[in-house]
T-cell receptor
Framework: EAGVTQFPSHSVIEKGQTVTLRCDPI?????LYWYRRVMGKEIKFLLH????????ESGMPNNRFLAERTGGTYSTLKVQPAELEDSGVYFC???????????FGPGTRLTVL | GDSVTQMEGPVTLSEEAFLTINCTYT??????LFWYVQYPGEGLQLLLK?????DKGSNKGFEATYRKETTSFHLEKGSVQVSDSAVYFC????????????FGKGTTLSVSS
C-alpha cells in the first residue's frame, strides 16, 4: 500500500512569489492534515480536512495560505504571496476516521529567499 | 491550551548506551500520547503510543509509559544502535480519533559506533 506522498520535496522561491504544495493521502483515508515545522521549533498544526470539508483550520497563520481538497482525494496548500517567515517543512498526514495514528508524508521543505 | 515539552537536544550517545528522552505534557482531559521518529531523509513515523494512564507503548526496543500522576511519557531504550540516530518527537491528541496532534520541539539523537 502506498504511503502519503508530497510534492515537491523541496521548493526554493523568492519573497512575493506563489508556491503550491501537494499532498496525496493514503487511499481511503478521509482525514487529511497539514502541519508545518519552522526550523528548530515545534511541528504545528495548520488544518484538518474530513473528505473535502475543512474540519478545523484554526492553525492557518493568515490569509496568504489557502488549502483545498477538491473531491476529497489529494490536497493542495497554496502560499501567496510567500514571505520569509513561511520557510520551513510542511508535512501532510492522513488517517481513517476513528483511528488515532496519523500517517505522515516525507514533507516539503520550503525556502523563501 | 494543551502543550508538550521535551528535553532539548542534541543527545549524543555511544552504541549500546541507555537512552532516556524526557517528555511532559499539559492537557485537559485524557489525551492519547505518541512518540514519532523521523529518520534522515524520511517522513515522520509512529514509534509507539499509549491511550490511557499506565499504558506502556513499546516498539523496536523503545518503551514509554503513560504516567498521569507526573504527566509524563518518557522514551527509553536499553541499548541504542547507530541506526537509531534520528529526530524523536513527543506528541499528544485530545482523543483517540486523532484530531490535531500537538508536538514537542523534537530531540535529535546521534549514536556513534
Amino acid at each position: 500500500e502506498a504511503g502519503v506522498t508530497q510534492f515537491p520535496s523541496h521548493s526554493v522561491i523568492e519573497k512575493g512569489q506563489t508556491v503550491t504544495l501537494r499532498c496525496d493521502p493514503i487511499s481511503g483515508h478521509d482525514n487529511l492534515y497539514w502541519y508545518r515545522r519552522v526550523m528548530g521549533k515545534e511541528i504545528k498544526f495548520l488544518l484538518h480536512f474530513v473528505k473535502e470539508s475543512k474540519q478545523d483550520e484554526s492553525g492557518m497563520p493568515n490569509n496568504r495560505f489557502l488549502a483545498e481538497r477538491t473531491g476529497g482525494t489529494y490536497s493542495t496548500l497554496k502560499v501567496q504571496p510567500a514571505e520569509l517567515e513561511d520557510s520551513g517543512v510542511y508535512f501532510c498526514a492522513s488517517n481513517p476516521v476513528g483511528i488515532g495514528e496519523q500517517f505522515f508524508g516525507p514533507g516539503t521543505r520550503l525556502t523563501v529567499l | 491550551g494543551d502543550s508538550v515539552t521535551q528535553m532539548e537536544g542534541p543527545v549524543t550517545l555511544s552504541e549500546e548506551a541507555f537512552l532516556t528522552i524526557n517528555c511532559t505534557y499539559t492537557a485537559t482531559g485524557y489525551p492519547s500520547l505518541f512518540w514519532y521518529v523521523q529518520y534522515p531523509g524520511e517522513g515522520l513515523q509512529l514509534l509507539l503510543k499509549a491511550t490511557k494512564a499506565d499504558d506502556k507503548g513499546s516498539n523496536k526496543g523503545f518503551e514509554a509509559t503513560y504516567r498521569k500522576e507526573t504527566t509524563s511519557f518518557h522514551l527509553e531504550k536499553g541499548s541504542v544502535q547507530v541506526s537509531d540516530s534520528a529526530v524523536y518527537f513527543c506528541a499528544l491528541s485530545d482523543d483517540q480519533a486523532g484530531t490535531a496532534l500537538i508536538f514537542g520541539k523534537g530531540t535529535t539523537l546521534s549514536v556513534s559506533s
